[in-house]
């Protein structure tokens, strides 16, 4: 059981991100305009700012933890229909394998549907947006890819460019009906979530990301998620991104490592 103190423990995460970044955002002066094409990579829905048209990505992603390891190919999909509104869904394929008496097992994810609204009038440096996440539970629960569990989600976010980095920050909740996994009965259960990244645009092509996301308990009995993460943009085109990270979990309720290759084609 790793037990830690989340408070102390989210504030030395935060410090060890800033402080880097804040010191290479004084050495250099040049500004970098916010954009679209800087996105997260846990917090992709909530991130303040919507796509300019389309977002299309696929992702390869690794996941260890202490009693399952998974292996999922996710698709993203995002879209602008009505002016200052984004529209998106999530969903992949993966399998499991499991220690103990767990099952092994392949099939789908749960699909994640959200609308965003940003608003206009933060001016040239900050951004605002607030939305909602619906679970579909299209998942395979007794492979442990989905919690058979409907939940919806509604969240607020802020961005703010400074002179060499753009800071990310959104606060929500979510209500997460009864459902199961791995043959295991699960009392949803209302869960708080937190998170915060950085962008540092080293050039014009390559974009460092920094995260930490936290959410409390979504089932009775069972453990928060708290992670943090490290990745990078690289444009490789006019409309290509391949998108790279490494993350770690900090509490029960996260991956105890993650690796995620991605590529996204944004217009």
Do not use: C
Not at 7 to 24: F, M, Q, R, W
Not at 56 to 69: F, I, S, T
Not at 92 to 116: C, E, H, N, Q
Not at 199 to 224: C, K, L, N, Q, W
């Amino acid at each position: 059981m790793k037990k830690l103190y989340i408070p102390s423990l989210i504030a030395s995460i935060l410090l060890s991100i800033v402080l880097p970044i804040t010191a290479s955002a004084q050495a250099e002066g040049s500004k970098v305009a916010t954009s679209s094409s800087y996105r997260l990579f846990h917090g992709f829905i909530e991130d303040a700012t919507i796509v300019d048209n389309q977002w299309w990505e696929g992702w390869l992603e690794y996941a260890e933890g202490e009693h399952v390891d998974m292996f999922l190919l996710r698709g993203v999909a995002a879209f602008q229909p009505w002016e200052n509104f984004e529209l998106g869904a999530t969903v992949g394929f993966g399998s499991s394998s499991a220690s103990g008496l767990l099952p092994d097992g392949s099939g789908a994810t749960d699909l994640d549907i959200w609308g965003k609204y940003h608003f206009d009038g933060g001016g040239d440096a900050t951004e605002f947006a607030a939305g909602g996440v619906i679970t579909v539970p299209t998942g395979d629960d007794t492979a442990g890819l989905g919690y058979d569990a409907f939940s919806i989600a509604a969240f607020g976010s802020v961005r703010h460019r400074y002179e060499r980095t753009i800071l990310s920050a959104h606060a929500g909740v979510r209500i997460n009906g009864d459902g199961g996994i791995f043959l295991t009965e699960l009392d949803g259960e209302i869960s708080p979530m937190l998170g915060v990244g950085f962008f540092y645009p080293h050039s014009d092509e390559v974009t460092f990301i920094a995260e930490a996301s936290f959410e409390s308990e979504r089932f009775d009995g069972a453990d928060s998620d708290l992670r943090v993460l490290g990745g990078i943009n690289w444009r490789l085109t006019n409309r290509g991104i391949l998108r790279s990270a490494v993350g770690v979990g900090l509490t029960d309720g996260a991956p105890d490592a993650q690796l995620i290759l991605g590529y996204a084609v944004n217009f």
